[in-house]
């Protein structure tokens, strides 16, 4: 060493001045900068909701909570277009079909219960009526407690998949919204098309108009519709497919539609404590997150300005929040009457509820609409969904 520093002296200080000049944070990579704990999106999820659910939702709280970190249940939309043998083949799986096969409804003190805080709403007489379904509209479902997996579907000889897997809980809009032959439909944030689909099974639509604010997620749509529905169903004559901005619809086409469903972005809740990619919870949509209420409410007026009087308006999310679910249909009510005299009435869905209680685990009464909570028995939803009748 001493040989080296006779040789190269100029060196060795000039060694010496660089490292004296060098900051220290620079000198090494500290050992924080590997062992830092990292807070992904779906922890940032869980810790939110934890603190707003539980307080939310109090004792029922935990097995929600376990329920939606299992793996999710799947239900199968059956494809009425489709020419293969699907049904027997589900059957023989042990499937069934749970809109067609429940037991029958009963109608008790229940009936008329559903109360709202707000006394400018009016509601329909305590006379109800279980909802008509269409007999092409089939979803299949295993066994309570079972999470087997569905197979995936397989094209029929003309290129058609047999059925669409989705959270059966997704349907209940569509059949809340309980469409009769020849209706107008618009359903303002159709993708990716599960409940689209579903509502092109009923084979009662005239006229049917799909939008979604985002070109890339329309063209899937796209995709998913021309793999389950004929091309003669799929004319201009009664599809089409936009992708304007949904909160502007109400300026576009006013008072137009028998039926519109309004099937907003949220926080997706099972996606948030599932998935890191494409999660609103990542601290980049932050934001985004937060105007939530805001653009939920936009796109509710905006289905309320485009049905016609009479017509009636469904309001659904897949999150558990409250101030994305019933905050948002009562501020709807108050616009809609203080600022564009549109008086609405809120439907009871509780004949639905009563029909479906096998299926689903509906949250405790609700003062607004009704909630599908995930239960380990049952791991459907969470769905809210809230239905309004728009006044002549």
Not at 230 to 252: A, C, V, Y
Not at 263 to 277: A, M, Q, W, Y
Not at 311 to 328: F, H, K, P, W
Request: charged fraction near 20%; proline fraction near 6%.
């Amino acid at each position: 060493m001493a040989l080296l520093l006779n040789r190269f002296p100029v060196f060795f200080r000039k060694v010496c001045e660089l490292i004296r000049l060098t900051p220290r944070r620079n000198r090494v990579k500290e050992k924080w900068a590997a062992t830092q704990p990292k807070h992904p999106p779906t922890r940032l999820a869980l810790q939110h909701f934890d603190s707003s659910y539980g307080a939310q939702l109090g004792p029922l709280w935990p097995s929600v909570r376990v329920a939606l970190l299992s793996e999710r249940k799947y239900g199968a939309l059956l494809n009425s277009f489709s020419h293969d043998l699907v049904l027997e083949d589900l059957q023989v799986q042990g499937c069934r079909d749970f809109i067609s096969h429940q037991d029958r409804l009963v109608f008790g003190a229940e009936e008329g219960s559903c109360e709202v805080s707000m006394t400018s709403l009016e509601f329909l007489s305590q006379q109800q009526y279980p909802p008509q379904l269409s007999p092409h509209l089939k979803c299949f479902v295993f066994p309570r407690g079972d999470v087997t997996r569905f197979k995936p579907a397989r094209p029929d000889r003309y290129g058609l998949l047999g059925y669409y897997l989705m959270d059966a809980a997704s349907i209940l809009p569509c059949l809340a919204l309980d469409v009769q032959k020849g209706h107008t439909v618009l359903d303002l944030c159709a993708a990716p098309g599960g409940k689209t689909l579903a509502l092109l099974q009923t084979q009662l639509i005239r006229y049917l108009c799909i939008n979604d604010s985002s070109m890339s997620r329309t063209s899937r749509l796209r995709k998913v519709l021309h793999s389950y529905v004929p091309k003669q169903f799929l004319t201009d004559e009664n599809l089409r497919i936009t992708s304007f901005d949904g909160t502007m619809w109400g300026e576009m086409e006013r008072e137009t539609f028998d039926r519109v469903l309004v099937d907003v972005p949220c926080t997706t809740d099972r996606h948030s404590l599932t998935e890191d990619d494409n999660n609103i919870f990542s601290k980049s949509r932050t934001g985004e997150r937060r105007r939530l209420p805001q653009l939920q409410l936009e796109l509710l007026l905006a289905g309320i300005a485009a049905a016609r009087p009479g017509g009636e308006i469904v309001y659904s999310t897949c999150t558990l929040s409250q101030n994305q679910n019933l905050s948002v249909v009562e501020q709807a009510v108050h616009f809609a009457q203080e600022k564009h005299g549109i008086q609405l009435q809120v439907v009871s869905l509780k004949p639905l509820v009563q029909k479906f209680r096998n299926t689903f685990h509906f949250a405790p009464e609700l003062h607004l609409g009704e909630m599908v909570i995930p239960h380990l028995a049952a791991n459907f939803g969470p769905i809210y969904l809230c239905k309004l009748k728009r006044l002549p």
